[in-house]
């Protein structure tokens, strides 16, 4: 139904900066709802932030450090990181929901998953 795929992970410092990306190809259906999660080693799969009708929301642990945007045709999302800390060590995910016109939910679509690795 859609391919994903996430891109920008890396290595970086305690205190720096990274922006994941997300593209979603191959449908032909609406993304209404696109999130970014995140696994740790040893945790449980955290959603890290979301972005629906224009409206965006974060977790606790991110809130005031990553933005969450999209392009304007809606096919690219992107997840500003600033403020990194080690425990923002993680493989991150995007994950995208398809609607069709009439507001029927399709499904969802993962991607493959970005390392992100901080340093202290």
């Known amino acids: 139904q859609v391919q994903v795929a996430e891109s920008g992970g890396g290595l970086v410092k305690s205190g720096g900066s990274l922006k994941l990306s997300c593209s979603a190809s191959g449908t032909t259906f609406s993304i209404n709802f696109m999130a970014w999660y995140r696994h740790a080693p040893g945790k449980e799969r955290e959603l890290v932030a979301a972005?629906?009708?224009?409206?965006?929301s974060y977790s606790d642990s991110v809130k005031g450090r990553f933005t969450i945007s999209r392009d304007n045709a809606k096919t690219a999302f992107y997840l500003q990181m600033n403020s990194l800390k080690p425990e923002d060590t993680a493989v991150y995910y995007c994950?995208?929901?398809?609607?069709?016109?009439?507001?029927?939910?399709?499904?969802?679509?993962w991607g493959q998953g970005t390392q992100v690795t901080v340093s202290s």
């Open positions: 972005i629906t009708h224009g409206e965006n």
């Open positions: 994950n995208v929901h398809l609607y069709r016109a009439n507001g029927d939910y399709v499904g969802n679509g």
